[in-house]
C-alpha cells in the first residue's frame, strides 16, 4: 500500500494551516475568529501518521480528506466549507491527548476523529466538559457502545462483539449447532467481546469447546494449535490481532490435518493484510462493515468517485476513514437543516435521526444509527488466486 500520496497530503496541508495562519495574522483577530465560526465546519483529528497504527492511520487521513474535498467542491454544507484539520498522534495515548488540546484550542472544533479505545476513554471527560464535538474513531470497543456513558462518541461500524455476533450468524445459518473455537490476544482488544460472544453462540445452537488466549504478536503457538486440534472445532475465530500469530495458527492446523474454516475481525480483514497469509489463507474468511475498494459486484457510486481519485486500492482503513466523514458531513446538514447550532448534544441528535440512509455503495445496504454503533457487516472470503476478498454472505444486519 503506498504511503506517499497521503503523506504528501497531510504535509501540504498542514503548510498551507501555516500559511493561511500568517496571511490571518494581519487581520484584527477577532474578525479571524469570527470568520471561522461563520463559515467553517471542523473536523479535528489525532491521526496515527507514523508508529504501529500508521498502515490504518495514512488510510483513515486520506479517507477523511477525500471526502472532505468532495464536499467542498460541492459547495459545502448549507454554505459552509468543510475544514479538516489532523495532527501526528504515532498512535500514543498522551500524544493524541495532547493534540486534541492543542487543536481545539486552535480551532473552533465540531467534529473529531480519535486514532484507539484508550484515547477515546481518556479523552470523554475533556470531551462531555466542552459540550460542542461530535467525535468517532478508530475504535470499536463494545464498551464505547454506550450512550449514556459517551452520549457525543459513536462507531463507525459494528462493535466487536456485534462483528462476532455478524459471524456467528453466518455460521449458524451456513452449519447448525457448529462448534467454534475462539483465539484471542491477551489485551483490552483481544478479551472485549469473549465472554459475551460465548453466550450469543449458545443462543444460536453453537458450541465453543475451547478459547484460546495469546500474548498479542508472534509468538510460538505450538502448544496452543495441540489443544485447538484436540477440540476440532468447525470454525476458528482470531480476534485481538493483526496478522501474527494467525499465519502459525493455520499452517500449522492444516499441516495437523484441522478442516477448520478460519476467520477475523476488522483490523485483520484488509485486503493487503489477508493476501499476506499466503497460500494458508485461501478461503479465509471474516467480517467487514464495507465494501472493498475494488468490489464492482454492485452498483457503488461512492465507491466509484474514489476509483476516479485514487486508482490504486485503497484500505478498509480509508474505507472508515471516509464514512467517518460522510455520517460527520450528514450530521451537521440535519443540524442546520433543523435551524440548529451545531453542539455535541445535537450533532448527536441529528446522527441519531439516521434511518435507511444511502451511503453510496460504501455499505451495501440502507443503515440507522439509533445508538453509538451501525450493526451491519458482511462475511468476505479469501480468494488467493484472484488476490481479493469476494463476499461469502448477504450483508447482516443485527438490528433485524
Request: glycine content about 8%; charged content about 20%.
Amino acid at each position: 500500500m503506498s504511503t506517499s500520496p497521503s503523506h504528501k497530503h497531510f504535509s501540504a496541508r498542514r503548510r498551507g494551516l501555516v500559511m493561511a495562519a500568517a496571511a490571518g495574522a494581519t487581520l484584527p483577530l477577532p474578525l479571524v475568529v469570527q470568520a471561522q465560526a461563520d463559515n467553517e465546519i471542523v473536523i479535528g483529528g489525532s491521526i496515527p501518521m507514523t508508529g504501529v497504527f500508521a498502515f490504518a492511520g495514512v488510510g483513515i487521513n486520506a479517507g477523511i480528506a477525500d471526502y472532505v474535498k468532495i464536499v467542498n467542491d460541492a459547495g459545502g454544507i448549507k454554505g459552509r466549507k468543510l475544514r479538516y484539520v489532523p495532527e501526528d498522534t504515532a498512535y500514543k495515548v498522551d500524544v493524541s491527548v495532547a493534540a486534541y488540546k492543542k487543536i481545539t484550542s486552535q480551532n473552533k472544533v465540531n467534529l473529531y476523529y480519535g486514532d484507539s479505545t484508550a484515547f477515546s476513554k481518556t479523552i470523554n471527560p475533556e470531551l462531555e466538559r466542552n459540550g460542542q464535538i461530535l467525535m468517532a474513531g478508530a475504535s470499536f470497543a463494545t464498551e464505547l457502545n454506550d450512550p449514556k456513558k459517551y452520549p457525543h462518541q459513536f462507531l463507525v461500524g459494528p462493535d466487536y462483539t456485534e462483528q462476532f455476533g455478524i459471524l456467528l450468524r453466518h455460521i449458524a445459518k451456513e452449519k447448525p449447532g457448529a462448534k467454534v473455537a475462539f483465539v484471542y490476544s491477551d489485551s483490552e482488544f483481544g478479551r472485549d467481546p469473549i465472554d459475551s460472544s460465548e453466550a450469543v453462540a449458545k443462543k444460536l445452537g453453537l458450541s465453543v469447546p475451547i478459547k484460546i488466549m495469546t500474548p498479542p504478536g508472534s509468538v510460538d503457538v505450538s502448544t496452543e494449535v495441540i489443544k485447538l486440534r484436540r477440540a476440532a472445532p468447525d470454525y476458528t475465530i482470531f480476534h485481538g490481532y493483526i496478522l501474527a500469530p494467525i499465519p502459525e495458527f493455520i499452517t500449522q492446523g492444516k499441516q495437523m490435518g484441522m478442516t477448520s474454516k478460519w476467520m477475523g475481525t476488522f483490523w485483520t480483514m484488509d485486503s493487503s493484510t489477508v493476501m499476506k497469509l499466503g497460500e494458508a489463507g485461501d478461503g479465509f474468511m471474516g467480517v467487514m462493515p464495507f465494501r472493498y475498494y475494488y468490489d464492482t459486484s454492485a452498483k457503488a457510486p461512492m465507491l466509484e468517485k474514489i476509483r476516479a481519485m485514487r486508482p490504486e486500492y485503497q484500505s478498509t482503513a480509508y474505507m472508515q476513514g471516509f464514512l467517518t466523514a460522510m455520517l460527520f458531513a450528514e450530521s451537521a446538514k440535519r443540524t442546520l437543516d433543523a435551524g440548529k447550532p451545531l453542539t455535541g448534544d445535537n450533532l448527536k441528535a441529528a446522527l441519531n435521526s439516521i434511518k435507511d440512509f444511502d451511503t453510496g455503495g460504501i455499505i451495501g445496504t440502507p443503515i440507522s444509527i439509533p445508538g453509538n454503533s451501525i450493526p451491519v457487516g458482511r462475511v468476505y472470503r479469501a480468494d488467493m488466486k484472484a488476490q481479493r476478498m469476494v463476499a461469502a454472505s448477504d450483508w447482516i444486519s443485527l438490528a433485524n
